[in-house]
Each structure stands twice: as structure tokens, then as C-alpha cells.
């Protein structure tokens, strides 16, 4: 019998190997899709980022763990979309123009899959002009914009503009480490968290 908890545990430990053989074996067992999904690969990623806010693990754990989650979860993805199973939402993330900081960001994207979204990810130096056009196409419920400068902030205010101006209806978030709750709420951003754990907590508030 598959153990799902089991492909949980290889997924917290970043065992590569054993996730992609558990799912296979899983998947060879006839085990529901989404089951494999909701409690193998989004359950390890989610003690995962339980461990990351609490300290207990640093980046490099959650970098492994989410590769491990990737390869198992591309196993799965041509049966998922046969199955139907609806992602948890949808989010484009960009990191804003002049700013190619995106170590952050990449972990923001990784988390959310992760946690089952559907991310569409535009990048770094992403123009208020690429954002407006990529959420016109892929219309998100959530765009998330990463800064790492002091002097790529301001960017992210004008693209929330742009993005307003252009009609685009969905929930606007930031982040990155000179970013803060105060200037989230100057900018008119609808969200801000401090790191990439919390900012799945964050994004299933807004898509609520
Ligand atoms: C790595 C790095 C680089 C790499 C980037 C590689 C890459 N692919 O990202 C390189 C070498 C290219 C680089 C270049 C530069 N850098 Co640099 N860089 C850093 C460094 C060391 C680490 C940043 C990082 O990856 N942190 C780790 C990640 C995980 O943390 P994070 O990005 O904050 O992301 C977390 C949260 O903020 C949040 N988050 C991030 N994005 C988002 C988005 C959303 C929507 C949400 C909800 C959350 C969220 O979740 C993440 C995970 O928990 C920092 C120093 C530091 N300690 O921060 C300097 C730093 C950011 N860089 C700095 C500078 C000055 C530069 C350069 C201008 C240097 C130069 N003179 O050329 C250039 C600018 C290039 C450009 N145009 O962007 C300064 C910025 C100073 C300032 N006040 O503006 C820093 C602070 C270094 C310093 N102390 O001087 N840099």
C-alpha cells in the first residue's frame, strides 16, 4: 500500500530519489491523484514551511525539498490536468524592472507551487508594460512583485498603477527585504509578508 506520509517525509528530507519512486509506485497502485498530491508533495512542502518560520530549517533545506517536489510533481501533472484537479489559484510574480535579484522570488514561486498554485513567473527587470501584458493573458487572482533595492521599490508602486490603470482586477502583493508592511500601505499594494512561508498563508487569504 502506498504510503503517503512517507513520500511526505521524502519530500521535508529533499530526497529526490524516493519521491519520484514513491509517486511512481503510487501512481501504479491507482492511488487518487490529488491524494498524492495533497498529502504526499503538498503535505512534505507544507512541514517544510512550518520549519522554515519556526527556523528549524534554512533556505538550502527548502531549495532541496522543493526540487524533490518538482521532479515528483512533474510525474503527476499530465494525470492531474486528466483528472481535472483545480489548482488552489493562480499568481504571476515578477521581479520589478531594474532589479535582477531573484533568489527570493524564485522561493516565493517555489513555495506557492508547492502549496498547489498555478504561477506563472515573468522574471527579473519586468516593465510595468510586461506585467499588464502577462495578467492580461493569464489572468491571476494574484500578482506578486519582488524588489531587492532601495531604488527598484518605487517600481513596484508604479506598476501597481499601471496595473490599475490597465483594468487588471486582482489582488496586488510585494515583498523583498528592503519591502515593508508601512510601505506596502503607502504604495496601495494589498499585501505584503515578509518571507515565502508566510506568503502562502498570505496568498490563500486573498484568493479566499
Ligand atoms: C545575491 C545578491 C545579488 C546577486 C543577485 C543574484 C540573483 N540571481 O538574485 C547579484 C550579484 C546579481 C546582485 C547584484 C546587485 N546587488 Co545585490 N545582493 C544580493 C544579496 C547578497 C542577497 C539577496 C538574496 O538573494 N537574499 C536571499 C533571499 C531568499 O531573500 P529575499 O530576496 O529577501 O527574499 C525573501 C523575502 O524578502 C520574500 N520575498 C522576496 N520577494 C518577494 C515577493 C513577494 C510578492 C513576497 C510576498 C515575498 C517576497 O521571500 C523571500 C524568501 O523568504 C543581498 C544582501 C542581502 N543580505 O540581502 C544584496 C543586495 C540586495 N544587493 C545590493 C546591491 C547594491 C546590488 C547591486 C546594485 C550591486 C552593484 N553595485 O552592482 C547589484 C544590482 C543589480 C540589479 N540591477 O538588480 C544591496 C542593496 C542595497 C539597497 N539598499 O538597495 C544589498 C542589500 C547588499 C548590500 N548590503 O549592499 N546582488
Redesign the pocket.
Known amino acids: 500500500m502506498a504510503d503517503l506520509n512517507a513520500l511526505a517525509e521524502a519530500v521535508t528530507r529533499g530526497d529526490q530519489n524516493a519521491a519520484v519512486e514513491m509517486t511512481k509506485a503510487a501512481l501504479a497502485e491507482g492511488v487518487e491523484v490529488k491524494k498524492i498530491l495533497d498529502e504526499g508533495l503538498i503535505g512534505g512542502m507544507n512541514i517544510i514551511a512550518e520549519r522554515w518560520k519556526r527556523n528549524d530549517v534554512y ?1 538550502p533545506e527548502v531549495l532541496i525539498a522543493a526540487r524533490a517536489m518538482k521532479s515528483a510533481t512533474e510525474l503527476i501533472e499530465p494525470e492531474l490536468v486528466k483528472a481535472g484537479v483545480e489548482p488552489a489559484g493562480k499568481c504571476l ?1 515578477g521581479t520589478v524592472q ?8 524564485n ?2 514561486v517555489m513555495m506557492l507551487k508547492g502549496a498547489g498554485f498555478n504561477v506563472v513567473d515573468i522574471g527579473v527587470d519586468a516593465a510595468p508594460e510586461k506585467f499588464i501584458e502577462q495578467a492580461k493573458s493569464a489572468k491571476p487572482q494574484v500578482v ?3 524588489a ?5 521599490m518605487p517600481a513596484m508602486e508604479k506598476t501597481i498603477k499601471a496595473l490599475k490603470a490597465a483594468g487588471v482586477k486582482a489582488k496586488f ?7 515593508t508592511q508601512g510601505y506596502a500601505d503607502k504604495i496601495g499594494a494589498d ?7 508566510s ?1 502562502i498563508d ?1 496568498v490563500k487569504g486573498l484568493v479566499a
Do not use: E, Q, W
Open positions: 533556505i510574480i531594474g532589479d535582477l535579484h531573484d533568489i527570493g522570488k522561493l516565493v506578486g512583485m519582488s531587492l533595492l532601495t531604488t527598484t502583493i510585494i515583498g523583498g527585504a528592503p519591502v499585501g505584503y509578508s515578509p518571507d515565502a512561508a506568503a498570505l
